[in-house]
């Protein structure tokens, strides 16, 4: 299998797998990539949980200030922060028992891949999961 191949693999278990999306960063600008991506999955019926450190609400969902805060179990978590963040937020991801971590466009974190792969989790990085997610016919999770 090439990397493409077992990329597109990862991928497809990714989006067949998750019903719950915790977003690190989901902005409360609905003009940013961080709020139309977002508000992309949720539209086609992902759970999508807000991680931000200050808003109350985003996208109608209670946000919360860390993933470690969120009551419910999260699928995948998809990050819209800079990459020298990506390795604590992976800690993170482990820490809650996430099943994938992915780093939005232009995203990469060869520290973050390490810790994430090492856990188990599957890793996509410097790839939109909206973008993703339509090109496999952008259906709703499997529940």
Do not use: N
Request: proline share 6%; hydrophobic share 45%; charged share 20%.
């Amino acid at each position: 299998m090439t990397g493409q191949q077992s990329m597109d693999a990862t991928i497809d278990r990714i989006l067949g797998e998750t019903t719950t999306i915790a977003v690190v960063g989901l902005s409360t600008h609905p003009e940013k990539a961080a709020h139309s991506v977002p508000a992309a999955m949720q539209a086609a019926g992902f759970t999508v949980i807000p991680v931000h450190p200050t808003a109350d609400r985003i996208l109608g969902q209670v946000a919360y200030r860390s993933l470690g805060d969120i009551p419910a179990a999260v699928d995948l978590v998809d990050v819209f922060r800079p990459a020298d963040e990506a390795p604590d937020i992976a800690r993170q991801a482990v820490r809650i028992g996430a099943r994938a971590l992915w780093l939005q466009l232009g995203l990469r974190s060869d520290e973050a891949r390490r810790i994430a792969t090492e856990a188990g989790l599957d890793y996509v990085e410097d790839r939109c999961l909206a973008v993703e997610h339509g090109l496999r016919g952008g259906g709703g999770p499997a529940r």
